[in-house]
């Protein structure tokens, strides 16, 4: 079975943001809501899970079971984003604009793991 391009580039953007889990730590463990124990650990847990369901979309035996495991991912990240929304101190320099058009494009990447579940 061929697997469309468009899966293959969902694959990158989510490896490729696992990665910047690693790379640059402290922009996520800012945005985890205080509420949330071991910001670190679960930003490299959060990091080790797009790299594994990224690589996972790769292999049409698996693809369904890692469109699922990110929409699960995107669920669980969702108060980080809402966090980082509404508390301008955790805002990464972007614009309450922008902060707030980054929550329903959430949807859209949960709309587009679904597709391939």
């Known amino acids: 079975m061929n697997l469309p391009w468009h899966l293959y580039v969902m694959a990158a953007l989510y490896i490729l943001a696992g990665l910047n889990h690693f790379r640059a730590p402290k922009m996520y463990t800012k945005i985890i809501p205080p509420l949330f124990p071991a910001p670190k650990t679960l930003n490299v847990l959060a990091g080790l899970a ?16 890692a469109a699922l495991g990110i929409m699960a991912l995107l669920i669980a990240i969702f108060p980080a984003n809402m966090y980082m ?19 329903p ?6 709309y587009w793991a679904y597709y391939y579940v």
């Open 85 to 103: 929304y509404l508390n301008d101190n955790v805002s990464l320099g972007l614009s309450k604009t922008v902060r707030l058009i980054r929550l």
């Open 50 to 65: 797009e790299i594994v369901l990224g690589v996972l979309l790769c292999f049409p035996p698996t693809t369904s079971y």
């Open 105 to 110: 494009l959430q949807i859209v990447l949960l």
